[in-house]
């Protein structure tokens, strides 16, 4: 199991980023995904969730802003982040459901003027 | 949401010594399917979680059987029997049976 995150970097307040996390070694379309992130020194904040039926659920903070989306011929989850703010600054990880057994190595987004 | 407490925050640990961490969840964590879906995760520094332990109790492959997780309901623990040199980092109890998912503040263990 492989799980490759990219598509961060450094936005303005107000701006959007889209997200990618390639999935690799297992049946994708399979299992629900998750993401997570991490501001700097802090902990683990859970962001949204997709089903394998597409289903979605989201963090409060975020819901109305994040949207999480999957392409199953693509084998990739996405994160579709507009109007940013300095609190979504973090290192964002994908993760496989089940178990939490299975994490990329995360991509950091910086919100900055 | 279900709020996961996590104590203590900081563990201070000689290399052998045995510690354990608590995580108390305000709602029963026990799935409507018998299973309760309560994990323990292992961030060191610099890298992603690893999952140390899933529902409750059963060891993740590879993970040295010095680690064990117990508790039902509300109230869990994870023990290390021994600490070693490459446990030491932040550890996070995580719940998956009340949606949305949430994460205890964690707890960082570190050399005495």
């Known amino acids: 199991v492989q799980l490759v995150e990219s598509g961060g970097g450094l936005v303005q307040p107000g701006k959007s980023l889209k997200l990618s996390c390639s999935a690799s070694g297992f049946t994708f379309s399979s299992y629900g995904m998750h993401w997570i992130r991490q501001a700097p020194g802090k902990g683990l904040d859970w962001v949204a969730y997709i089903s394998s039926s597409s289903g979605t659920v989201y963090a409060d903070a975020v819901k109305g802003r994040f949207t999480i989306s999957r392409d199953n011929a693509k084998n990739t989850l996405y994160l579709q982040l507009n109007s940013l703010k300095s609190e979504d600054t973090a290192i964002y990880y994908c993760?496989?459901?089940?178990?939490?057994?299975?994490w990329g190595q995360g991509v950091m987004v910086t919100v900055s003027s | 949401d279900v709020v996961l407490t996590q104590t203590p925050p900081t563990l201070s640990a000689t290399i052998g010594q045995s510690v354990s961490i608590s995580c108390r969840s305000s709602q029963s964590l026990l799935h409507s399917n018998g299973n309760t879906y309560l994990n323990w995760l292992l961030q060191r520094p610099g890298q992603p979680p690893q999952l140390l332990i899933y529902?409750?109790?059963r060891l993740e492959s590879g993970v040295p059987n010095r680690f064990s997780g117990s508790g039902s309901g509300t109230d869990f623990t994870l023990k290390i029997s021994g600490v070693e040199a490459e446990d030491l980092g932040v550890y996070y109890c995580v719940q998956s049976t009340h949606a949305p998912n949430t994460f205890g503040a964690g707890t960082k263990l570190e050399l005495k």
């Open positions: 529902l409750v109790s």
């Open positions: 993760a496989r459901s089940g178990t939490y057994g299975y």
